[in-house]
Antibody
Framework: QVQLVQSGAEVKKPGSSVKVSCKAS????????INWVRQAPGQGLEWMGG????????NYAQKFQGRVTITADDSTTTAYMELTTLTSEDTAVYYC????????????WGQGTMVTVSS | EIVLTQSPGTLSVSPGERATLSCRAS???????LAWYQQRPGQAPRLLIY???TRASGIPDTFSGSGSGTDFTLTINRLEPEDFAVYYC?????????FGQGTKLEIK
């Protein structure tokens, strides 16, 4: 059974960076894309970007261009999302989610990682 | 960017009744690349419907999706206590893959 397991909660200072990991198990990693979606407290879902390991290519929402880097390590079946220049508005739960590399919905989700940005 | 507008924001329905949720896109979704997700408090979203009308694996047939172009509907029949949650639509055919703002389904 496919699972996505994310790294633990983080507390960061404004201006710093955070890197969240998402480890896939139970399926061939390269056949899928891994997306990152965030949810601020009490708010809706926001797609940040994704990576397709088999192609080694990433795609980002314009809002996060230049501030987010999404990568994947096929050897460890782990995807990463790094967000820089953090502000309090980046306080959110960050989810990774899988899609079947093509126009596909997100069928498997990680448990979420809470990132708190506070001085 | 395709904007998805969900209505209503909050829907109050009694257990055992039917709920109808709406999602309208700012432009036509070619290929009907429209999904619905359920999110319970403190949990990650769960895929319910993809391709506008296909139920995801393990989703009961009390959930159904319909629509095409710009107007889509999620219908939940015979509401169970565990169905009361927030529901999001998402288009995944055109980057950025946008979500609607959500509809909260609450017990009447």
């Amino acid at each position: 059974q496919v699972q996505l397991v994310q790294s633990g909660a983080e507390v960061k200072k404004p201006g710093s960076s955070v890197k969240v990991s998402c480890k896939a198990s139970g399926a061939t990693f390269s056949n899928y894309a891994i997306n990152w979606v965030r949810q601020a407290p009490g708010q809706g879902l926001e797609w940040m970007g994704g990576v397709t390991p088999i192609f080694g290519s990433s795609n980002y929402a314009q809002k996060f261009q230049g501030r987010v880097t999404i990568t994947a390590d096929d050897s460890t079946t782990t995807a990463y999302m790094e967000l820089t220049t953090l502000t309090s508005e980046d306080t959110a739960v960050y989810y990774c989610a899988r899609d079947d590399a093509g126009p596909q919905a997100f069928d498997i989700w990680g448990q979420g990682t809470m990132v708190t940005v506070s001085s | 960017e395709i904007v998805l507008t969900q209505s209503p924001g909050t829907l109050s329905v009694s257990p055992g009744e039917r709920a109808t949720l709406s999602c309208r896109a700012s432009q036509s979704l070619t290929g009907s690349f429209l999904a619905w997700y359920q999110q319970r408090p403190g949990q990650a979203p769960r895929l319910l419907i993809y391709g506008a009308s296909t139920r995801a694996s393990g989703i009961p047939d009390t959930f159904s999706g319909s629509g095409s172009g710009t107007d889509f509907t999620l219908t939940i029949n015979r509401l169970e206590p565990e169905d009361f949650a927030v529901y999001y639509c998402q288009q995944y055919g055109s980057s950025p893959y946008t979500f609607g703002q959500g509809t909260k389904l609450e017990i009447k």
